[in-house]
């Protein structure tokens, strides 16, 4: 297929032309009401010619609004486009296409796909775009707005399946815990597949993320495992950091000398008060360990 590029057409200020339209409207009036022999066919000539050439001009006035842009073609030959908003005259030969150059938002609908561990999820996003090619968005595409709209929701599918829901290590990027470098990955391969449309990608981000219905509640236990597992853990190793400083300053300190039994007896029961997600019970020991 063979890309338009857009390049700049040939229009002149509407002003300068509508001062000789009116010229050449005074002129047809004259030249009709002049007419001293009406059953002299060649007298008609000149009002003809005169009035064929004061429609020419009148309809080749367009005006451009800001924003906006005129795509021209003559015979189905493309000759330009006009950029510029204002009153303008072109070849009245020429059809005028209307482009916007608005900055539009679409919302795509949410739609089920399957993550990278085949689970299916619920995925929706927002891409704000614009069109900057006005020849490719007229003659490359069908319609560019039904091609965005194709195009945002085959990015989206795609993009979900390269990463997971949520990553089981620290190191994996994940659709839930990196959304700043997802919405600079979709926004990457969305531009790739719109350029043939002229259309410039400004942002790209995800609006709704969640597990599909029939699999949520599992996939929220399995959460709050690794939640309570995750804060087990913290709570285990600042324990062992505790009991270890207790150990030590009572040693710096020469409050009082254990031997490995009872070091072992108070390490218990320090962990035991630490970990606990209970209130601890002390006991009191009035005898002896041996």
């Given amino acids: 297929m063979v890309s338009v590029s857009e390049k700049k057409a040939v229009a002149f ?5 509508l001062v000789l339209d009116l010229v050449l409207w005074a002129l047809t009036v004259v030249l009709f009401t002049g007419i001293s022999g009406p059953d002299s066919p060649g ?36 000759t330009g486009s006009v950029r510029n908003p204002g009153f303008w005259w072109a070849n009245p ?50 319609n560019f707005e039904s091609f965005v709209t194709v195009q945002s929701e085959t990015a989206l599918r795609a993009l979900a399946s390269e990463f997971p829901y949520d990553a089981q290590d620290e190191d994996r990027s994940s659709l839930r815990s990196n959304p ?16 043939l449309a002229g259309v410039t990608v400004l942002e790209a981000r995800l609006t709704h993320l969640a597990y599909a219905p029939e699999i949520a509640h599992a996939m929220l236990r399995r959460q709050q495992a ?61 005898g002896s360990l041996y």
């Fill in 13 to 17: 200020p509407g002003l300068l032309f």
């Fill in 43 to 78: 007298s008609l000539a000149p009002p003809v010619v005169s009035l064929l050439a004061t429609l020419l001009v009148t309809v080749g006035f367009f005006v451009n609004a800001p924003n906006e842009a005129k795509v021209l073609t003559v015979f189905g030959t493309y």
């Fill in 93 to 142: 030969f020429a059809q005028k296409r209307k482009i916007s150059l608005r900055v539009r938002n679409f919302s795509s609908d949410q739609i089920k796909v399957n993550d990278l561990h085949g689970n299916p999820i619920e995925i929706a996003a927002v891409v704000v775009w614009q069109v900057t090619e006005t020849a490719r968005a007229s003659f490359d595409v069908e």
């Fill in 180 to 195: 700043t470098e997802v919405a600079a990955l979709l926004k990457t391969q969305l531009q790739a597949r719109l350029d």
């Fill in 226 to 286: 690794q939640a309570v597992v995750a804060a087990r853990v913290k709570i285990v190793e600042g324990a062992v950091s505790m009991v270890q400083g207790a150990l030590q300053a009572l040693a710096d300190r020469k409050i009082v000398t254990l031997d490995e039994e009872r070091k072992a007896v108070m390490v218990n029961n320090l962990l035991v008060a630490l970990v606990s997600d209970k209130d601890s019970q002390p006991v009191i020991n009035t």
